[in-house]
């Protein structure tokens, strides 16, 4: 009996994976343009950290976490986010020491324990930047214009940018009073989730996808209403920015993301022609995540972006990414010997090829009719045939598949990779 991947958990397979990686490299190169260097963090932490980071009434720390206990009994977790560990290792290596602003990239696996459907999985993929240590509107503005360039950069179009703003310790908690009160008056019209988060996090009652919820909430009252003058200033001017940058947005008083640690500026990247799963990224302002889990008192913002999302949007935009990724897999050169001794000058004609920068296919042991089958299947798009005819003569044949015509190639075994790289090219434009 055969045994299948866990459910929630799937095999990325070659062409799967390709298209992964062109995505998350496009973004780290963005990223790096824009001056955040890359970390690595582990994919275990102690669950602790969530639950001080995120917020223990979450839907993340109370229904999503993997956490099981060490064997010393310690609880650890599975990391269902990136800022929280980034954060953990900006304090415990005092990064603040080395520079007052960090700015940070990541990529790698995430776990959450959610109802797999399209675009989402238990395992999951995000690339995400942290800039610490600025508390002003314009690294607001940057991190949301870094967002739209690896938009532009990956190819994705259509994509709507979600805006709103949290407020603050000043001004958001008369206003949670006051969306409590809002919320009891409706109570019957809730569902058992909301009518629950009204005492832990009323302000969970508003991104509630329960369409009796949305609709009692109608007219429930906007924090962007209820913003103190140093928050209300603070998104003012970042808008302002992006207006000045020209980067479309749309406000969102429904947005307040699911993790306790945001303040101020939050935002959220919605992808075209994705159906409910529409998020494809998000992020915010944390300015007090950093003290919170034992640092200094440094501000912070970050957002995040779905891998699998991403891939979901890209291949909405452009449909055509698929046979892109076909010919990117499919070998530059196919190279089929014929016999023993061909066999061992194929391998070396094939290892110079490679170190010259070609892929290079290599296959061997049996009859040319086969390998031609196997370089047809490939969708290779030249042959390199070496038989003892060949041999004796020192020239491969080349087969161009795609105009179905052979080519004598003068091979010298003696011959660099780059002068054989060369010569395979003269002859491909002849």
């Known amino acids: 009996m055969s045994i299948s991947a866990v459910k929630g958990f799937r095999d990325a397979l070659p062409e799967a994976a390709r298209l992964l990686s062109r995505v998350e490299s496009t973004a780290l190169g963005v990223l790096a343009r824009y001056g955040f260097a ?6 275990v932490e102690k669950t602790e950290l969530f639950a001080r980071a995120i917020g223990e009434t979450t839907d993340i720390v109370e229904k999503e976490m993997y956490t099981f206990p060490d064997r010393d009994g310690t609880l650890l977790t599975l990391r269902p986010e990136g800022t929280a560990s980034l954060v953990r290792a900006f304090v415990e290596h ?4 080395k520079d007052s602003v960090g700015r940070f990239a990541y990529v ?3 776990f959450r324990h959610e109802r797999p459907q399209k675009g989402r999985h ?9 800039l610490i240590g ?7 503005a940057e991190l949301l214009l870094a967002m739209g360039d690896i938009l532009d950069g990956i190819g994705i179009r259509g994509a709507t940018v979600l805006l709103n703003s949290l407020g603050d310790e000043h001004c958001r908690p008369a206003y949670r009073d006051r969306l409590r009160a809002f919320g009891e008056e409706h109570r019957a019209e809730l569902c058992e989730n909301c009518r629950r988060r009204l005492e832990k996090n009323p302000l969970r009652i508003l ?8 609709a009692a909430t109608t007219d429930a009252p906007h924090l962007i209403d209820h913003l103190c003058a140093p928050c209300a200033e603070h998104f003012a001017r970042v808008r302002a920015l992006l207006d000045e940058a020209g980067l479309a947005y749309e406000l969102d008083w429904r947005l307040v993301r699911g993790l306790d640690y945001y303040v101020r500026t939050t935002f959220e990247v919605i992808g075209a022609g994705l159906g409910a799963q529409s998020a494809i990224g998000a992020g915010g302002r944390y300015d007090g995540l950093v003290a919170q889990i034992g640092g200094p008192q440094a501000s912070g913002i970050g957002f995040a972006f779905g891998v699998d999302r991403l891939v979901l949007a890209l291949q909405a935009s452009r449909p055509e990414v698929e046979s892109e990724i076909a010919d990117e897999l499919a070998p530059e050169i196919f190279i089929a010997p014929l016999g023993a001794a061909a066999e061992a000058a194929a391998l070396g004609v094939a290892r110079r090829l490679r170190q010259a920068g070609v892929h290079v296919e290599l296959d061997g042991g049996r009859s040319l009719k086969s390998l031609m089958r196997r370089a047809d299947k490939l969708k290779a798009r030249q042959v390199m045939i070496l038989g003892e005819e060949e041999l004796a003569q020192r020239r491969a044949t080349m087969r161009d598949m795609e105009a179905k015509q052979d080519r004598k190639l003068a091979v010298d075994i003696d011959l660099t990779g780059a002068e054989l790289l060369a010569a395979v090219k003269a002859r491909r434009s002849a």
């Open 207 to 214: 991104d509630c996808k329960e369409e009796g919820c949305r």
């Open 94 to 97: 005092h990064l603040d020491q």
């Open 108 to 110: 790698g696996p995430m």
């Open 38 to 43: 890359e970390i690595r963090l582990p994919i």
């Open 134 to 140: 600025r508390e002003d509107p314009l690294s607001d």
């Open 122 to 130: 238990r395992q999951f993929y995000q690339v995400g930047a942290e």
